[in-house]
Structure formats: C-alpha cells, structure tokens
C-alpha cells in the first residue's frame, strides 16, 4: 500500500523557517508529480506547490519567492521550504502524489500542522 509520510511541522515565529518533508514508499515515485497542500481551519484545502517528474514548478501567489519545492527522487522524498513565514501560513500541510494528466494514481500523506505564532 503506498504510504505518504509528512515530517518537520511545528511552531515558528513570525519571520521563522521551516522545512517539511515527505517520503514516499510502495510507488515509482520518479513517476509522480508531487505537491503540498493546506488546509487552514474553516478553509478549504489549497495548492501551495507542486513539482512534475519533468521538475517543473508551481506556485500559490501567496507563497511565491517564500516557498520552494523540490524532490529528490533517490530518497523517495518531495521537500518545501519555507522562509519568511506569516501567522496566514499557519495550517495542516498535505503532501500528494500524483499522475498527470487525469490523477489516474492519486494518494495523500496524513498532514503535519505549521503553526506560525509569536
């Protein structure tokens, strides 16, 4: 069964950084597109970035020139970086796996809360 693992949320303060990861087990994972999502309370879940198999890149415009997301796939492992965080940054965080174009293949990890607090 193929398992999404989230790891490195937590509670930062304002201006603070962080970096989540996930690894993936049981997929091919070169194969997949992968992204992160959030879901802050009473929100709908959003797409905060994702990167092809191609490694092409794609951005919210809230977290544009904060965030950056890359993979690497010998470790089976999509990172994001995020800088300059604000108290709007705080949320569950998803990470996804998916085929393009139809997400034919489709799985989530269980999230990991970012809280941005002073």
């Known amino acids: 069964q193929v398992q999404l693992v989230e790891s490195g949320g937590g509670l930062v303060q304002p201006g603070g950084s962080l970096r989540l990861s996930c690894e993936g087990s049981k997929l091919i994972f070169s194969l997949y597109a992968m992204a992160w999502y959030r879901q802050a309370p009473g929100k709908q879940r959003e797409l905060v970035a994702e990167?092809?198999?191609?490694?092409?890149?794609n951005y919210a415009d809230s977290v544009k020139g904060r965030f950056t997301i890359s993979r690497d796939n010998a470790k089976n492992t999509v990172f994001l970086e995020m800088n300059s965080l604000k108290p709007e940054d705080t949320a569950v965080y998803y990470c996804?796996?998916?085929?393009?174009?139809?997400?034919?293949?489709?799985?989530w990890g269980q999230g990991t809360q970012v809280t941005v607090s002073s």
């Open positions: 990167i092809t198999k191609e490694y092409s890149t």
């Open positions: 996804n796996a998916y085929t393009r174009p139809s997400r034919q293949y489709d799985y």
